[in-house]
């Protein structure tokens, strides 16, 4: 079986929950509680044959891992990619757990994915894949039971593929609630106004309130992302409008810098243009690995897993670590960055603005509404601010760290519904 390791040899999920155990530790959770969690609900694998656009047909393998759904139906992206394996997906849908806990939303956790290059795939077979996939997982997703939205790899385009093979395969009465089986959709589609831009605002009010809290102006602060493509654009777009200096972005194309800070916009256009961030005219096309040596006040990884290491979180200038994407720091980082005195804020917490979005969306679908930007937006803040606030206290109450800080809210929700409910039968 293939497992992701960290760059500092553990498999992500033994890296998830560790991090969850912590928690459990410094709270003392009720050890059936941990034990539960400690495990996915189900874990389903599905192997289909999708017919390529040369005719030849390829049997690809799809996974849909359902953590918890003690407070609601799953929830959790899909990821396509050529390194997605069983480990990996454990490892990300434990995670949403957390994630809906901790922002008190009616969710459990989840996450799928497909092994495979959509780089490689044209649309035609990425629509065949999609449908496919949607098919072989069958009632194990649904409306009110297990609800997928795109991550790596994926966006609305897929969403609306799979609502939509839903909505063919589950006729009748049917039909009109499949529009809520995903979230991330396009606006046309049932999708929600911003949800696009959701975890990269999310990010952004995060970086706020560590700013405000810290007696620092948010317009004087200095960032650097790494990842452009859903998230860390966005972060990186609304960050500098909120007059922030985005002095380095780093994406799997390369690197470049500028101090005085880079036109977020402009460098979109170039990388849409060209393929690569390299040779951007406003920024200087700088060493990858040299991007973590960048002097700036705010890190955004906002690309893939295990991209912090230790060695790497020796040398970082920044005050604070915001986690746009899922798993970015190795645990070992995390030690490193304690000793620091850098404050990392869980991606549990600062990429959660996609989910609570999500959510959104998902109210809207069901109330056949139709919400307006700003609606969308205050009720982010709104939401992010409580699950920031909670978790901050959390950690000064238990004189921790803020990660732990985070899976302590999440617990403590989880816990007291185990409590009340007990365990079946
Ligand atoms: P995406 O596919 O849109 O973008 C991924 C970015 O990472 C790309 O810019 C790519 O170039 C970069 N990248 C990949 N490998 C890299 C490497 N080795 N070095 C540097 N850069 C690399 O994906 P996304 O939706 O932006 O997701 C990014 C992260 O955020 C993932 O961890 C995902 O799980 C997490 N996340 C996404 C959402 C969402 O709403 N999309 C919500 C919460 C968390």
């Known amino acids: 079986m293939t497992t992701t390791t960290t760059h500092e040899g553990e498999s992500l999920y033994a890296a998830a929950r560790s991090q969850f155990l912590k928690a459990a530790e410094v709270m003392n959770l009720d050890p059936a509680v941990r034990q539960i969690l400690e495990h996915p609900k189900n874990e389903i694998c599905v192997n289909f044959p999708v017919r390529m656009d040369n005719g030849e047909i390829r049997v690809f393998r799809g996974y849909r891992i359902q953590h918890s759904n003690i407070l609601g139906p799953y929830k959790g992206g899909i990821r396509y990619a050529p390194e997605v394996n069983l480990d990996e997906v454990k490892a990300l849908a434990a995670w949403m757990t ?5 922002a008190g939303l009616p969710y459990g956790g989840a996450k799928g994915g497909i092994t495979c290059k959509p780089s490689e795939m044209s649309l035609d077979e990425q629509m065949r894949l999609t449908r496919r996939f949607t098919h072989a997982l069958g009632s194990n997703i649904g409306p009110d039971s297990d609800i997928p939205a795109p991550d790596i790899g994926t966006n609305s385009r897929h969403m609306v593929w799979m609502f939509d093979t839903f909505a063919n395969s589950h006729g009748g009465s049917d039909r009109n609630r499949a ?6 959709k396009s606006l046309a589609c049932g999708g929600s ?8 605002q999310g990010v952004c009010y995060i970086i706020e309130r560590w700013a405000t809290n810290a007696g620092l102006k948010p317009s004087s602060l200095s960032v650097a992302v790494q990842g452009f493509g859903n998230v860390g654009y966005h972060a990186a777009l609304i ?5 922030m200096k985005v002095v380095a972005v780093h994406d799997h194309t390369g690197c470049v810098a500028n101090a005085a800070g880079l036109d977020v916009q402009a460098l979109k256009k170039h990388q849409d243009a060209t393929r690569t961030l390299n040779g951007f005219s406003g920024g200087e096309t700088i ?5 973590w040596d960048q002097a700036c006040d705010v890190l955004v990884p906002a690309a893939i897993e295990n991209q912090l290491t230790s060695a790497r979180a020796r040398r970082i200038k920044a005050k604070v670590v915001v986690e746009g994407a899922n798993g970015p720091t190795t645990r070992e980082a995390d030690v490193v960055l ?7 804020i869980p991606d549990i917490l600062a990429n ?11 109210l809207q679908n069901r109330n056949c509404e139709h919400w307006e930007l700003e609606t969308v937006d ?5 939401l992010i601010t409580k699950a920031y606030d909670k978790t901050l206290d959390r950690a000064k109450r238990y004189k921790t760290d803020v990660r732990t800080g985070a899976y302590v809210v999440a617990l403590e929700r989880i816990a007291q519904a185990y409590a009340e409910r007990g365990i079946f039968p």
């Open 98 to 102: 957390f994630k809906t806990a901790l």
């Open 179 to 184: 529009k809520a089986l995903v979230t991330g």
């Open 193 to 200: 106004e911003g949800r696009e831009k959701a975890t990269g």
């Open 239 to 243: 960050a500098s409008e909120m007059g």
């Open 287 to 291: 060493a990858p690995e040299s991007f």
């Open 338 to 344: 304690a000793e620091r005195g850098i404050t990392v």
């Open 352 to 362: 959660s603005g996609g989910v609570i979005v999500s959510f959104f969306e998902w």
């Open 378 to 382: 205050a009720r982010l803040l709104d």
